[in-house]
């Protein structure tokens, strides 16, 4: 007969996971002028992991980057992000932990009265980092996203594509110890989405920052399983035949607000659910 | 159009009015709370400072020039053309030179600042900053509510120099009235009561011009036909507040002074 365990040791237990895990939910529901969007969902993302969430348009994907920050507030439930309890926080401290947490918006989200340089900048403008170190960071990140002769442009200017890679470069500059990704490749090509893929890619593998991948795009979410990054010669390459797929990048499938799946590639390949089945097939 | 029960479009209502005043409840109180962006409310002050100056100037001196005009035709019948210089001197400062700037900043600014932060606001702009941790309200709402009260106050005073030179126009050159005359009885009628309704009404005027297009401009959505429909909405209202303010503010220093 298994030992019971005191309430005071499980809190103590939660409370030791939600600081070591980048982020913890905990029965979180939410719903949106009546109806339930996200329904008693908990999942946790470990430092260094990525965690790409899939489902169908509507199965609030989305609301779940925006509770992650605090621009929503649950209906129910407890969100630690770093080790801190979100819900119950003011816009001032969520503001301080906001800095170390990067978003790439579904829609790039760039500020469109200002430059490259500025949209790029603006965290560090705003903390008041000396013009020089901006510019050095500035051109660092735009050189990660390869997009170095873009400065003096503004977000009207670039291809949708082009916008995406600014976003990333806006999003990485102060190195955030969690990225958030809202369908970055949602709109794209084929040629260009490889690109943004291969961008996060190349983030988790040579920073390895936690994040969460939200995407409509199975592919998307399989080529982070089956590629790593070649540090040495720049680019994406698959992992070898008979090479351990990547644990450390996960599949989370939402269906009607709740989670139907959290595990592995190999996992999410092998599953018998029927409707798990017919959405990846 | 969707049609809303009568306890649908109450609660509404009420919603709308708290969140309004949040608003500029957190719009005054982030003066007195750093970070203070200096720059971006030097830079609303020439947008809707500077920029406005010719609305102003014109609206001030054909104010001023018509006011003498109608106001002649009556004075002659009771052979007071000399007092044209009083009453464009008192209609001008007391009321229609605060109320007359204000209604055109209203329709400049009120409306810029709802397309702009709307725009921003469908765009998902305003949720990357704060995002990336930057606070939108002390970022863009503070600003433009500091920069449209301070220029208001002196909008209102060119607007009201202005509106007296109108009225010395038509009064010199088709009333053929005395230059002096006309100035010492424009400066002699003018009370202290009357120059504090006049400077007081625009500082309240200017809150509500900027805070009524950041609470319509933040709470746009739906693309953009919300954007063009807060930008609407922010004109309608600033304006009908603004005579409605302009009503209890007079009769409140009309009562205390």
Same mark, same amino acid.
């Given at each position: 007969?298994?030992?019971?365990?005191?309430?005071?040791?499980?809190?103590?237990?939660?409370?030791?996971?939600?600081? %070591?895990?980048?982020?913890?939910?905990?029965?979180?529901?939410?719903?949106?002028?009546?109806?339930?969007?996200?329904?008693?969902?908990?999942?946790?993302?470990?430092?260094?992991?990525?965690?790409?969430?899939?489902?169908?348009?509507?199965?609030?994907?989305?609301?779940?980057?925006?509770?992650?920050?605090?621009?929503?507030?649950?209906?129910?439930?407890?969100?630690?992000?770093?080790?801190?309890?979100?819900?119950?926080?003011?816009?001032?401290?969520?503001?301080?932990?906001?800095?170390?947490?990067?978003?790439?918006? %579904?829609?790039?989200?760039?500020?469109?009265?200002?430059?490259?340089?500025?949209?790029?900048?603006?965290?560090?403008?705003?903390?008041?980092?000396?013009?020089?170190?901006?510019?050095?960071?500035?051109?660092?990140?735009?050189?990660?996203?390869?997009?170095?002769?873009?400065?003096?442009?503004?977000?009207?200017?670039?291809?949708?594509?082009?916008?995406?890679?600014?976003?990333?470069?806006?999003?990485?500059?102060?190195?955030?110890?969690?990225?958030?990704?809202?369908?970055?490749?949602?709109?794209?090509?084929?040629?260009?989405?490889?690109?943004?893929?291969?961008?996060?890619?190349? %983030?988790?593998?040579?920073?390895?920052?936690?994040?969460?991948?939200?995407?409509?795009?199975?592919?998307?979410?399989?080529?982070?399983?089956?590629?790593?990054?070649?540090?040495?010669?720049? %680019?994406?390459?698959?992992?070898?035949?008979?090479?351990?797929?990547?644990?450390?990048?996960?599949?989370?499938?939402?269906?009607?607000?709740?989670?139907?799946?959290?595990?592995?590639?190999?996992?999410?390949?092998?599953?018998?659910?029927?409707?798990?089945?017919?959405?990846?097939? | 159009?969707?049609?809303?029960?009568?306890?649908?479009?109450?609660?509404?209502?009420?919603?709308?009015?708290?969140?309004?005043?949040?608003?500029?409840?957190?719009?005054?109180?982030?003066?007195?709370?750093?970070?203070?962006?200096?720059?971006?409310?030097?830079?609303?002050?020439?947008?809707?400072?500077?920029?406005?100056?010719?609305?102003?100037?014109? =609206?001030?001196?054909?104010?001023?020039?018509?006011?003498?005009?109608?106001?002649?035709? =009556?004075?002659?019948?009771?052979?007071?053309?000399?007092?044209?210089?009083?009453?464009?001197?008192?209609?001008?400062?007391?009321?229609?030179?605060?109320?007359?700037?204000?209604?055109?900043?209203?329709?400049?600014?009120?409306?810029?600042?709802?397309?702009?932060?709307?725009?921003?606001?469908?765009?998902?702009?305003?949720?990357?900053?704060?995002?990336?941790?930057?606070?939108?309200?002390?970022?863009?709402? =503070?600003?433009?509510?500091?920069?449209?009260?301070?220029?208001?106050?002196?909008?209102?005073?060119?607007?009201?120099?202005?509106?007296?030179?109108?009225?010395?126009?038509?009064?010199?050159?088709?009333?053929?009235?005395?230059?002096?005359?006309?100035?010492?009885?424009?400066?002699?009628?003018?009370?202290?009561?009357?120059?504090?309704?006049?400077?007081?009404?625009?500082?309240?005027?200017?809150?509500?011009?900027?805070?009524?297009?950041?609470?319509?401009?933040?709470?746009?959505?739906?693309?953009?036909?919300?954007?063009?429909?807060?930008?609407?909405?922010?004109?309608?209202?600033?304006?009908?507040?603004?005579?409605?303010?302009?009503?209890?503010?007079?009769?409140?220093?009309?009562?205390?002074?």
């Amino acid at each position: 007969m298994p030992t019971p365990v005191a309430p005071d040791e499980k809190i103590a237990g939660g409370a030791e996971q939600s600081s %070591q895990a980048a982020i913890v939910f905990e029965n979180v529901s939410i719903a949106f002028e009546g109806k339930t969007v996200l329904e008693s969902i908990s999942f946790t993302l470990e430092r260094g992991e990525t965690k790409s969430i899939l489902g169908v348009a509507g199965s609030g994907k989305s609301t779940i980057l925006k509770l992650v920050l605090g621009l929503i507030k649950p209906d129910q439930g407890c969100i630690y992000v770093l080790g801190e309890e979100v819900t119950s926080m003011g816009e001032d401290d969520l503001a301080t932990l906001r800095r170390k947490i990067g978003m790439v918006f %579904q829609e790039s989200a760039l500020f469109d009265s200002l430059t490259v340089r500025d949209n790029v900048a603006f965290r560090l403008m705003e903390e008041n980092v000396p013009e020089e170190e901006i510019d050095r960071r500035v051109k660092e990140a735009l050189r990660f996203v390869e997009l170095e002769n873009t400065l003096d442009k503004f977000p009207a200017e670039l291809s949708g594509g082009m916008r995406r890679r600014v976003a990333i470069a806006r999003a990485i500059i102060n190195q955030p110890e969690i990225l958030l990704y809202d369908s970055p490749t949602g709109g794209l090509d084929p040629v260009t989405s490889t690109t943004i893929i291969e961008l996060i890619l190349k %983030q988790r593998d040579v920073y390895h920052t936690s994040a969460l991948l939200v995407t409509q795009r199975l592919q998307d979410a399989f080529t982070m399983a089956t590629h790593y990054f070649d540090k040495k010669a720049n %680019q994406m390459r698959p992992l070898p035949a008979g090479a351990h797929v990547d644990d450390r990048t996960t599949f989370m499938l939402l269906r009607d607000g709740k989670v139907i799946f959290d595990g592995t590639a190999q996992e999410l390949a092998t599953s018998r659910d029927e409707y798990i089945r017919e959405y990846i097939s | 159009m969707e049609f809303l029960s009568p306890s649908d479009y109450a609660k509404e209502t009420v919603l709308a009015v708290q969140e309004y005043s949040l608003l500029a409840w957190r719009a005054v109180t982030n003066i007195f709370r750093h970070p203070r962006y200096v720059a971006d409310t030097l830079q609303q002050a020439d947008v809707i400072g500077v920029g406005s100056v010719p609305i102003v100037v014109l =609206t001030g001196l054909f104010t001023g020039a018509v006011l003498a005009l109608n106001a002649a035709r =009556t004075l002659q019948q009771f052979g007071t053309l000399a007092l044209t210089g009083q009453l464009v001197s008192i209609a001008m400062v007391r009321q229609l030179g605060p109320v007359l700037t204000g209604l055109m900043v209203a329709g400049r600014n009120a409306s810029g600042i709802a397309s702009e932060l709307g725009s921003m606001k469908v765009t998902e702009q305003i949720d990357a900053m704060r995002a990336l941790g930057t606070d939108p309200y002390k970022k863009l709402v =503070t600003p433009r509510v500091v920069a449209s009260v301070f220029m208001l106050f002196f909008l209102t005073i060119i607007s009201d120099l202005c509106g007296l030179t109108g009225g010395w126009a038509v009064a010199r050159f088709q009333l053929q009235l005395d230059s002096h005359q006309y100035w010492n009885n424009a400066y002699q009628s003018l009370a202290f009561v009357d120059v504090m309704i006049g400077l007081a009404n625009p500082l309240f005027f200017g809150f509500i011009v900027a805070t009524v297009g950041c609470y319509y401009g933040m709470s746009a959505r739906g693309g953009t036909q919300g954007v063009g429909r807060a930008t609407t909405q922010a004109v309608v209202w600033a304006s009908v507040l603004i005579l409605v303010v302009n009503y209890f503010v007079s009769q409140l220093l009309l009562w205390l002074f």
